[in-house]
Structure formats: structure tokens, C-alpha cells
């Protein structure tokens, strides 16, 4: 089976740097995505990493080490607008399913 | 951009009532799509994937008689919940990618069902 690890809530003031770790355990290792939900709505796409590195897209990045099983979301210039639920999912097999980590809440302050 | 489309966005029926919910890539066309259920403050987790043409494949632990899946084609799959009861209240989420692009093609997710059942 699979499981990640991300931590459960994160707060920080607008205009900070907020970083979202996740470590996972899977059978199989095909991906690292996270997803962004806003309460109540769909979780939309944000990042994806297959192999070792920072994926940078505009204010957010992602970096995945395969050989640490782990990854990382940067926040960059928090805005009100980024209060949601991020989600890290890992594709353990090439039939893209994904396995969702628990989710981090983070809450941005004025 | 890929848009998917689910429908109804809300739900409210009475216990034994049976449940469609409908899930359609709009500008692309889907072999694969994915079903999740996710509880309040919790994670989504993966119900089924639905396969245009045959049958959907279940994770552990889902009731395929229960959550009904259909793929009849390419734009659509829809999920029937039948005999739905109180804890069969949840965020009912579809999920579709293109079909043939890279792996690193995002899941594009549909803005959900939420049901209720009194």
C-alpha cells in the first residue's frame, strides 16, 4: 500500500514563504503531484515532479528527492487567496491513479 | 483549457433513494476517469477507476453493487449510488486525464457532489 505524511496545518502572514513537506511509502514510484482545494471546491492542479529537483510554476514550487522519498511545496508570497487545502498524491503504478496524503491547511494571515 | 464537468453539484434524498451522478470531460475525451469520496476535513480516497467500454475497477473495500459505475463513452461515466443511506453522505469527486499524454498530464478534477442523506 501507500502513505504519505504532510504536516496538518500551517499559518503564516501574507506575503511569507510557507513550505509543505511530504514524505511518502509506496510499492511503486511514478510521480509526486499536489493539488490545491479550497473549501467546499475541486482540488485543482499545481505542481508535478517524476524526477529528482525543483519544478518551479510562477509564485509556487515543488522539489521531489526519490532517494529520500520526500518532496516539498513552496509557497512564495502568500496571499489571502492561498488559504486552502494542499494535497500531495503519489502515482505508485503507470495507471495514474493517485494516492492522497491527508492534506495541509494553510491559513494566511493579514 | 481540459474542463470537467459533474452534475448535480448537490444532493439532498431520503434513505433507499438511488443516486446518478454524472461526470463529462467536456473538451477531450476520456478513456479513463476516476471516482473519489472524501469526508469533511479529510483526505479524497480513491473509489473506483471507470474504464470507457468495460468494467470499472474498484479499490479495496468499495462495494461495486453498491456505487455503480458506467462508462458508455468517451465524455462520460456515471456513478449510481444505490439504496443510498445516512453514511453514504459525503464529496462525491470525478477526476479524468487525456488520454495518451505524458505522465506528468494533470488529473482534471470535476467541482464535486456533495449528497446528503436524511
Given at each position: 500500500g501507500q502513505s504519505?505524511?504532510?504536516?496538518?496545518?500551517?499559518?503564516?502572514?501574507?506575503?511569507?514563504?510557507?513550505q509543505i513537506n511530504c514524505t511518502y511509502q509506496t510499492s511503486g514510484f511514478y510521480g509526486l503531484s499536489w493539488y490545491q482545494q479550497h473549501d467546499g471546491g475541486?482540488?485543482?492542479f499545481l505542481s508535478y515532479n517524476a524526477l529528482d529537483g525543483l519544478e518551479e510554476t510562477g509564485r509556487f514550487s515543488s522539489f521531489l528527492?526519490?532517494?529520500?522519498?520526500?518532496?516539498?511545496?513552496?509557497l512564495q508570497e502568500l496571499q489571502m487567496k492561498d488559504s486552502a487545502s494542499y494535497f500531495?498524491?503519489?502515482s505508485p503504478a503507470p495507471d495514474y491513479k493517485l494516492s492522497f496524503g491527508a492534506g495541509t491547511t494553510v491559513t494566511v494571515r493579514a | 483549457g481540459a474542463v470537467v464537468s459533474?452534475?448535480?453539484s448537490w444532493v439532498i434524498c431520503k434513505s433507499g433513494t438511488s443516486v446518478k451522478i454524472e461526470c463529462r470531460s467536456l473538451d477531450f475525451q476520456a478513456t479513463t476517469m476516476f471516482w473519489y469520496r472524501q469526508f469533511?476535513?479529510?483526505?479524497?480516497m480513491l473509489m473506483a477507476t471507470s474504464n470507457e467500454g468495460s468494467k470499472a475497477t474498484y479499490e479495496q473495500g468499495v462495494e461495486k453493487d453498491k456505487f455503480l459505475i458506467n462508462h458508455a463513452s468517451l465524455t462520460l461515466?456515471?456513478?449510481?449510488?444505490?439504496?443510498?443511506?445516512?453514511?453514504?453522505?459525503?464529496?462525491?469527486?470525478?477526476?479524468a486525464r487525456v488520454p495518451g499524454a505524458y505522465s506528468n498530464q494533470p488529473q482534471h478534477f470535476g467541482d464535486g457532489t456533495r449528497l446528503s442523506i436524511l
Open positions: 504519505l505524511e504532510q504536516p496538518s496545518e500551517v499559518t503564516a502572514v501574507e506575503g511569507a514563504i510557507v475541486a482540488p485543482t528527492s526519490r532517494s529520500d522519498s520526500y518532496g516539498y511545496l513552496l500531495c498524491a503519489v | 459533474q452534475h448535480p469533511p476535513k479529510q483526505s479524497l461515466s456515471t456513478l449510481t449510488v444505490t439504496s443510498a443511506h445516512p453514511e453514504d453522505s459525503s464529496f462525491y469527486i470525478c477526476s
